[in-house]
């Protein structure tokens, strides 16, 4: 039985995401060579995706997520709409758990980041299936009974994580990289970097929590 000390608040997990895009608002913005304000957009939809899940506090976790998606699909970003999308995918995926825990952070993660994508056929969690092992180290399969992951899925996602391996990255780190590079975030430097601050967050926050128990 989970112990409910090691659940995760996504309230709590959201904001931090929200604080660390804060200090590195300016940062962000200079990245953003078009608009200028990717560091500003980023801020912002994070506090509104933790004041989202703030009204929802006390629901399960696919109503907050999908309450957050709600809100976050009315942003006019392009960021905001895949992060709407993920939220959204997220939903779906958490549909009927109480609660989520620190074992589900690659699905949580690589869903949101994935900007729905799972519905197209690329499956996100799948995507997480696939990294598992790698960060642990096992070197067990992936599950083959975890939806419809293709070959090239499985190519890009451990290429990008060996290839980051490979320039001195932690295992940590590494994961960030794959996960980033294998969803929308890596179409522009901008989205890249704080694709991989929101990544990072999550990850280390998770992390931090697991190790409690």
Not at 10 to 34: E, I
Not at 105 to 133: E, F, H, W, Y
Request: hydrophobic share 40%.
């Amino acid at each position: 039985m989970p112990n409910p000390s090691n659940q995760l608040d996504l309230v709590n997990l959201f904001q931090t995401v929200a604080t660390t895009l804060a200090q590195n608002q300016q940062s962000l913005n200079q990245a953003d060579t078009f608009n200028h304000n990717h560091g500003d957009n980023m801020v912002q939809m994070f506090e509104m995706i933790s004041n989202a899940m703030r009204e929802k506090k006390n629901s399960d976790p696919a109503s907050q997520l999908a309450h957050a998606g709600q809100v976050l699909s009315q942003g006019k970003s392009g960021s905001a709409q895949v992060y709407a999308r993920g939220l959204t995918q997220a939903a779906q995926e958490f549909k009927g758990q109480n609660q989520i825990n620190p074992e589900d952070v690659l699905k949580l993660i690589a869903t949101l980041m994935g900007g729905g994508q799972a519905s197209t056929g690329r499956t996100s969690p799948g995507i997480a299936d696939v990294l598992s092992p790698l960060l642990s180290g096992s070197g067990a399969q992936p599950q083959q009974d975890s939806g419809p992951i293709g070959v090239n899925d499985l190519l890009n996602a451990g290429m990008a994580f060996l290839n980051a391996k490979q320039q001195g990255s932690s295992n940590l780190d590494a994961l960030v990289k794959a996960i980033v590079a294998d969803s929308p975030m890596s179409e522009s430097e901008h989205r890249s970097e704080s694709g991989a601050l929101v990544a990072n967050t999550l990850l280390r926050a998770i992390t931090a929590l697991a190790s409690k128990k």
